[in-house]
């Protein structure tokens, strides 16, 4: 009886599926309203995004806009997200986006409930540095690639952890577990040769052998000091976070391009 309840699951379950998540993999996620991918660049970001999202029950969203009402790019994320009410398994639910204002050249990215927690102001300042440089050079695709691979990543990091700690990056862990099992290594080939018994004594002359001389002289000690100039300089960020007119919070930066 066993058997036939498993060989009958197994043939209904392409039939009937297990869990809704698919229903949420084909979710527009790209919303490029001032036409600046092509149709496959557009296909293949959303498809990343919805994948993305899924994996961290956020929606990661991209809005670009020519923006002739000519409101601030602050704005114009929240009466996205108050008007259009994205979210992952809700309206208004969680939410990392990016805005790009191509009237005023801005770009903002906020984050919305778990969005807001995991991409804070600190966070999305990373991000809208990070991704300015591609922006200002018109590598549109790469700039809003690297968006979804940043939200991704720093919503997989505990809130309050820099997320440019070294000792977050895959190929430092990938360094240091080779060096510890090279280390390892080396100890066991060490002990596998068996243990040395010669030392300094076994060949050493104790009734011929002496200290001649020994001199310290000590010379003087030199003292520099270099002043440190603080930079002030953030590199064209801020905006931080707000609320919106609907009342959710969320973080915010933004950074001209």
Known sequence: MAVLIVLLVTMLAPIFPMSPASAAENKNLIFDEANLLSEQDRNELNALANQYSAERQTDLIIYTTNNEEQKSDELLTEEFYDNRAPGYDKPHGNVVMLTMDMYHRK?????????????????????????????????????????LNLSYEYLDLKPGVNPDNILFKTWFQLAASLAIGGIVVGVMMYRSGGRVTVNRATYEDSENSHVIDRQDRYIRTTVTKTKIEKNNNNGGGGGGGGTTAGGHSHSGSSRSF
Request: no cysteine; aromatic share 18%; proline share 2%.
């Open 107 to 147: 770009v903002y990215a906020a984050g919305f409930y778990k969005g807001e927690e995991y991409v804070d102001n600190s966070r999305v300042d990373k991000i809208t540095a990070k991704i300015a440089p591609d922006l200002s050079d018109g590598n549109y695709r790469m700039a809003f690639e690297k968006f």
